[in-house]
């Protein structure tokens, strides 16, 4: 076996800024410290590479390609797998790197927590799959001349009435399709919708209450700021503005899609070959805004204790040190807006990320080393076994 | 308010016994009390998690005096004098008397600190700067007054000679308190591991701002009570001594050696008082214990500490008697825990978990074996395990898959991890490809 020279492994730094998401990448939710959190992309070459922060924490991100990890350092069974996984879907999404994230973690690789998490997640996932897909067939008969059925019962769970059937297929010839024509669009749909979840079901989707959570996070770093002073407040500070700023460009372009979706619900299905050029688009997009930010979410959460909030100055629970520490080492994870989002906030933030990144450098002087990287390795896990 | 012993000791079980959040709300309430009197007893039982959960505690005149020495507080009984430790006892006579000195301001003070906690750092910084000086220099005329005056000692503090050498103690580290608090925030919190690179340059500025060895032994007496591994802390400063003047380098060595030592005396008692210990105990101790040879072997190497080489081999040997049985016990009790899993069947997650922490322990016991050693015999020890898990496994799995294969899968994946523990990933993952082959899930 040859073993690659440090420059093979590190690549060369360049002053890295991504001109697009796909360019940024999509995080993955390995388990090992030396890749935790890697982006991974398509590279330019052939197959996919990792863009990881410079561990030196100078300037640029270094470029690694898979093999060169796995030659350099001590990774796990399940970030094998993982891998392995992504590989063989070839399509770059957070959507898909999520699922493929939640199949390997169910397989045990990441401890049983991980794996019991994973599959409730997935059980979850399909379940309101099904809910979305009643939810927006219930919409098209309201806005048809069908008869409105009660198509959900006491648990706002879907229940199978053969009036429905009778209904569908009345929707489907005003709409000039067949009944199986009808029910692929509703359910291609609701898979693009399930991440947001439909504006009047009866629970939000993952992404609207990840940006329910990042508006909390973003309040409880700008209190952290508060109390503290020197380099730490101005990294609180940068970390509770990007939140907030990611936040709100969420809150807009989900606004845009329910609107679309309130209003033309029964285009979209009806003239779906138009509608899928431009509506999926800004669907996607929400997903790839967003990404990176549940593993920051998550690993907060579980430093602050979502039970032990204290609501008199909005301060987060558990120790300060802790939320403190949590902080820093979640720094050089705040992701970088690509340039193709076209927001001033966006890109002077991007300029400030970039700053405490260097100051704040995540230097981890054992990444490259084998078993001591144990408790990090579980330290993963664990946050993979409380991730939504 | 006082309490029977009888109940002091149900509560201070309750309170050992009791989750995070119920301690942090049972502590709260009881610093609500305008006297906690025999309460502080109980508190004293959980002290240590305290340091770790680190709740928002009130702010008073004590707390901000010994902020700095809070890492180096001994409850009474344990106390030892010349231990280069600070007795909690210390706190109430120390904060009358400065109470005394500050006279009317102290009651301004108490305005100013009241409904304010611990968590408001800025605060408690802003105030500390205020006060610890000028305690400082108020403890400072007591002592000299008390030389001078043996009545006014006595009266004062007592007849204990050690009362007047820990507060001179308190002293140098009243008068570097805003450096020591100033680089608390800026490091992980305690027990910290390895440092990163802000936490380092948080150390160089810090010593590079200070010149005198008082001030310096006070800082690194709290660092190495805030390390979990002290001997990794040592490295770190030994590389960060050449980016400081040759006499800032010889006096930060001089004083973390002279901590270090103090504290690997302390842990060396501590072992000597436990008996028996399951495999993650024996490998924490092994970790914090290796940290100290490590560092100490690099006088060896031109480092900057000097250290006796009796200690070093005393040390060595100590760490070597230690591990051999550690070893040999935790791989028995890894497999006495493999046997007790239910054949074939998912088993308890606890069961699991406490069988993953110990074959983790192993490992670690056994690398560090190797390295104290020099040889690799705790290996054989270690291939004994994986043989046993490898046979276990197939026949969890292939037992498992005869009636659900769906628990065989989950058979495989725990096995693997366990096999991917003890030995590594790349001789782990072969073996479970297999196994899912076999039961059609790849």
């Known amino acids: 076996m040859t073993v690659p020279s440090l420059d093979d492994v590190l690549g060369n730094p360049s002053d890295y800024s991504p001109a697009t998401f796909a360019e940024r990448g ?70 898909m790197v999520r699922r493929q994230a939640l199949r390997a973690a169910s397989e045990g690789l990441a401890g049983r927590r991980a794996a019991q998490r994973a599959r ?30 009660p198509l959900l019962d006491a648990n706002n769970m879907p229940v199978v009435n053969s009036d429905i059937r009778e209904a569908a297929q009345q929707v489907a010839t005003d709409l000039g399709l067949t009944p199986d024509a009808l029910y692929d669009r509703i359910e291609t749909l609701g898979q693009l919708v399930l991440p947001l979840g439909l504006p009047w079901a009866p629970t939000s989707g993952r992404l609207r209450r990840l940006i329910g959570d990042l508006e909390r996070f973003a309040g409880e770093a700008a209190a952290l700021s508060a109390l503290s002073f020197g380099d730490f407040a101005m990294l609180a500070d940068v970390a509770s503005r990007s939140a907030r700023n990611v936040a709100a460009l969420g809150r807009a372009a989900i606004a845009e899609i329910d609107r679309t979706i309130e209003n033309d619900l029964t285009w979209i299905v009806g003239d779906w070959p138009t509608a899928r050029k431009t509506f999926p688009g800004t669907l996607f997009w929400v997903g790839w805004l ?36 949590a902080l820093v080492d979640l720094a050089w994870l705040l992701p970088l807006m690509p340039k193709e989002v076209q927001d001033a906030t966006a890109q002077s933030l991007n300029d400030e990320t970039r700053d405490v990144q260097r100051r704040w450098a995540h230097a981890q002087p054992e990444t490259l080393a084998g078993r001591t990287l144990l408790p990090a390795i579980r330290h993963n896990e664990e946050l993979k076994a409380a991730v939504a | 308010m006082e309490i029977s012993r009888a109940n002091l000791t149900t509560l201070a079980q309750q309170l050992s016994q009791s989750t995070d959040r119920q301690l942090t709300k049972v502590v709260g309430l009881i610093d609500k009390l305008s006297d906690r009197g025999t309460l502080d007893a109980a508190i004293s039982q959980v002290r240590d998690r305290l340091a770790t959960l680190r709740p928002a505690r009130p702010l008073s005149l004590a707390r901000l005096l010994f902020n700095p020495v809070e890492d180096l507080l001994d409850n009474d009984d344990v106390y030892r004098r010349q231990s280069r430790r600070v007795n909690r006892a210390l706190i109430r006579t120390v904060t009358q008397l400065v109470e005394q000195a500050l006279g009317p301001e102290a009651e301004t003070l108490r305005t100013r600190l009241a409904d304010k906690t611990t968590h408001d750092e800025a605060l408690a910084f802003q105030m500390g700067c205020l006060v610890w000086p000028r305690s400082a220099q108020a403890l400072e005329a007591v002592l000299a007054r008390a030389a001078r005056d043996p009545a006014f000692r006595v009266a004062t503090l007592g007849r204990n000679l050690d009362v007047a050498d820990q507060i001179q103690d ?68 030994d590389a960060l001594c050449a980016r400081l003047s040759a006499t800032q380098a010889r006096l930060l060595t001089t004083a973390i050696t002279a901590a270090a030592v103090a504290a690997f005396d302390r842990d060396l008692q501590g072992l000597a008082q436990r008996t028996a210990r399951t495999a993650p105990q024996n490998a924490d101790i092994a970790e914090r214990l290796l940290s100290f040879l490590v560092s100490l072997d690099r006088q ?10 009796a200690t070093l081999v005393d040390a060595r040997h100590f760490i070597a008697a230690f591990l051999s049985p550690a070893v040999a016990e935790g791989v028995a009790e890894a497999i006495a825990l493999l046997a007790a899993l239910p054949r074939g069947e998912a088993g308890n997650d606890a069961a699991i978990e406490r069988l ?25 020890q270690i291939d004994r395990l994986i043989s046993d898990l490898t046979v276990r496994a197939r026949d969890h799995i292939s037992e498992a898959a005869a009636r659900d294969a769906d628990t065989a899968c989950a058979l495989a994946g725990d096995f693997c991890r366990m096999i991917e523990l003890v030995k590594d990933s790349e001789f782990a993952e072969p073996l479970w490809r297999n196994w899912m082959t076999e039961l059609n899930r790849l």
């Open chain 1, 26 to 95: 999509v995080t993955v939710g390995f388990t090992s410290p030396v890749v935790a959190q890697a982006r991974i992309r398509a590279s330019r070459h052939k197959g996919m590479e990792l863009v990881m922060p410079n561990l030196t924490g100078g300037k640029g991100f270094y470029l690694f390609q898979w093999t060169a990890v796995l030659h350099s350092s001590t990774v796990t069974v399940h970030d094998r797998r993982l891998y392995g996984l992504i590989a063989a879907t070839r399509v770059l999404e957070p959507g």
């Open chain 1, 120 to 149: 409730q997640v997935i059980r979850e996932d399909q379940e309101y799959s099904v809910l979305t897909n009643f939810l927006l067939l219930s919409r098209l008969l309201q806005t048809g001349d069908a008869a409105i059925v």
């Open chain 1, 290 to 325: 967003l990404d990176g930010w549940d593993y920051i979410i998550t690993a907060w959460q579980a430093v602050v204790g979502l039970s032990d909030r204290a609501a008199s100055n909005g301060v987060a629970g558990g120790s300060i040190e802790r939320q403190r520490d």
């Open chain 2, 170 to 237: 308190l002293i140098i580290f009243l008068k570097a308190a805003a450096e020591i608090e100033e680089l608390k925030v800026n490091l992980p919190p305690r027990p910290f591991g390895t440092l990163a690179l802000q936490h380092i340059a948080a150390l160089e500025k810090t010593f590079t701002a200070i010149d005198t060895a008082e001030a310096i032994d006070a800082i690194a007496r709290v660092l190495i009570a805030r390390a979990s591994r002290p001997g990794e802390l040592m490295a770190t400063i």
């Open chain 2, 300 to 309: 060896k190497l031109g480092g900057n500490f000097r250290v006796g080489s």
């Open chain 2, 356 to 380: 993953e922490r110990t074959l983790i322990a192993v490992r670690v016991l056994a690398d560090i074996d190797r390295t104290v050693r020099g040889d690799r015999k705790a290996e054989g």
